[in-house]
């Protein structure tokens, strides 16, 4: 009997159990089963090779990337068409290496190739890349290396040129040289190559450049030494100039002899000549990184120590809790308990190597709620971790009681870390109810279900200014019809609800949106007769009216002044600035600018960024919290990562913008997008950039435009151009080619174009002239229907062609492979 009752008790215990062990499963599906630290990196590094020098780091790839937007670096070949590299397996095995040589536009491969001979030699691997079939010279290309390490493979991309007379050793050698006697503190050896006067700032380690005194580009009394070397990364090369990129890290001493690290990026744009090598501009910037160990506690608050002017930080409502941004890394501060949270960095504590420390990505804090939870990005390139290798956007939440960080999405993506950048400024919010994400990509709104992953488009195809968004992301507006200048709905979306409101005006007006003030939206309505669209890039909008609507949808402001028209609208923190012109019969001249003040924006002044000055680090950067800090010594906490079974990775369509748009590269990153030439050109001309188009050819370059081009060949000149037909349309259909609207840009700029062997259209009060030459004194110009061009001076020409309102044409001459 009591065997019957134990054997019956037996079995009721294990139904229970397997019972339990069911629901358990049920219930726990999709919860972590633990947390672990981040892995470290895993993934070889490639250098190139010039002339024994190491250049052009490149970071592996676990999926092939749009070639399209990989410009990272650009690497000269032999004359031999052969290229010298170094690989740096780490502890990965490297089994096979191959390279496809691709046109810069992504649309064909020219060569692929299997690289048969590597030589193993101090732990790394050096092998060289020898080009079979031809390329044509002084035209880019991308070269793609495929490693096959771990098992897996792995892609590296660098631009390559072959090009005589491009001197990259020597440009390597000068910043190399300029560097080290920097570190060493040799201030007069740079003191010939700096242009040190009255605009340098001396006063803050955080931002220097070419005008700064040479004593402060040798660090005055910070006296670091190199932690990490750079390897220089060459930007752009052309038989002019040059721009080199390099990064790197140094440490110095504190006053209490603790350690301090900081990352410095430097960028130098240089001429050569047979006479010497000319330094156009440098600068440089530096960060400290945030050490808990330093003494970081002050009375008045948190000392970020060396940092720009642009710290990256969020609070709650109450000010309890304080999240901010360093040198990649990620913090929070608990002012009631004195923690300090390391919530997120690839950077690790020891054994830091250069894949750590790779900065093609960023972070940004969405949202910190009273009990110091918080949602952020991380976006760009994964240095380490289970992301390592790709690229997208990974939204976070950090669990603050439970000091853990849960990934709850990664948005994968082919693109580049800086257009990456740009689509993240313009939209990326996590709704109030911790359920959605949306993310603007390509010109494609997205939601994406926290829960599920599910990916759901919500507005496609937008064009560029036809769509604004809120500060915090909540609000977004965007043109019904996507027409910048033709448009009469307005429409804005609560992200949080998914409520829409339609914003219209009559048939005879048009609007567009200026941004927003917090929450507001700000727009403009003009007469659809008052508009000029007669020139792309300079089209005319001139409102007649300014309104600032609320979330709710009520009238906050109505701006309008008798005679008085905004044609553009910046807004900056709580102010707008109104760039404004008056009407004079059927023509508008310029007028005084006005303000708009967001007074609901003002913060009081015991929170937010200030700064103190010191001797040996000058300008330091202070995040107030609101309080007196009393103690000085934090407890430090690194939230572990939650490891959930399966993935939870988002992948986007396969979707590229039909629209045209243009790309601004200056300093050596991605700088600005813009959807017409002209504007993209005077924008590189101010940075002193280049401006490519969506299939990488150069459309603009500073610096590299001959000193004189004696007058083309008129007869080869296409019939239209020698008639002297400025219509846009009509030659783009003769010419069969793309023809680019210069209005706008400076005489300077559009010789560019003269200087690569195409004829410039010219308006002037008297008709059209044809650009066909210049020297350092003349212009060489042709009237439509003559056969001899004459000389006319330059400075006359500029006043001639401003006098007509600088309207300028010409058409871009591919190259044909």
Known sequence: MWKKVIIRVAVLLLVFFGAVFVIGKIINQGTPNTTQEMAGATQPLIYMKNEGTLLNCLHGYREEMDVTTMRDSLTPINEDRSLEIQIDPYSMKVTDVTFEVITADGEKTTENTKVTKLQTEDGYINATLQLQNPILMNKEYMLKIQLTAGGRSLYYYTRIIQQDGLHAKSYLDFANGFYERCINGDADAIATSIEADDTGDNTNFARVDIHSSSDQLCWADLKPSVFYKPTPKIKELNETTATIVMNYMISARSESGKTELYQVWEYYRMRYTDAQMYL??????????????????????????????????????????????????????????????????????????????????????????????????????????????????????????????????????????????????????????????????????????????????????????????????????????????????????????????????????????????????????????????????????????????NSEGEEVKNYAVADTYVTKGEISEKLLTLTRMKKQGSTFIEATEDHIVNHAAEEETAYGLTTQVTDRKQTETILRVGQTIRSKTPQVTRPRQLIFEGSRDVVLPESKSSEILYYVYAKGELDSIYANANTAINRAEEMLGVVVDSNQQYIWERGNKKQKVDRLDVTKFPEIIRQGNMNITQLEEALGRQVLDLSGCSLDAVLYYVSEGTPVLAKTKDGVEVISGYDLYNTIILKPGDEEARYYGLEESEEMFKEAGNIFVTYLDPVTE
Request: proline share 1%; charged share 25%; with cysteine.
């Open 280 to 549: 156009l501009n440098f600068e440089r910037s530096t960060i400290e990184v945030f050490n808990p160990d330093n003494d970081v506690l002050i009375s008045k608050g948190i000392n970020i120590g060396v940092a720009g002017k642009d710290v990256n930080y969020k609070s709650d409502k109450e000010n309890n809790f304080f999240a901010f941004v360093q040198a990649g890394d990620l913090w929070q501060y608990d002012v009631s308990s004195g923690k300090l949270a390391q919530i997120f960095s690839f950077r690790q504590k020891t054994d830091s190597d250069a894949r750590d420390n790779y900065e093609q990505h960023n972070m940004e804090i969405i949202s910190v709620s009273e009990g110091g939870n918080m949602y952020f990005l991380v976006y760009g390139y994964m240095n380490r971790g289970i992301h390592e290798g790709e690229s997208g956007v990974a939204v976070y939440f950090y669990d603050s009681a439970a000091s853990s960080v849960e990934e709850k999405a990664f948005i994968s993506t082919k693109q580049s870390f800086g257009l990456l950048q740009k689509d993240v400024e313009s939209l990326a919010y996590v709704t109030q109810n911790e359920e959605g994400f949306y993310i603007l990509v390509d010109g494609q709104v997205y939601g994406v279900d926290l829960q599920t992953r599910a990916l759901e488009t919500v507005v496609e195809d937008l064009k560029a200014d036809c769509y604004v968004s809120s500060e915090s992301g909540k609000q977004f507006a965007w043109l019904e019809e996507n027409k910048a200048f033709d448009s009469k709905t307005l429409k804005v979306m609560d992200l949080d609800t998914r409520q829409v409101r339609d914003i219209t005006c009559s048939d005879s007006e048009r609007l567009r949106p200026v941004g927003f003030m917090q929450e507001d939206i700000v727009y403009g309505v003009a007469d659809q007769g008052d508009i000029n669209v007669e020139h792309e890039g300079q089209e005319l909008f001139p409102m007649k009216v300014l309104k600032i609507i």
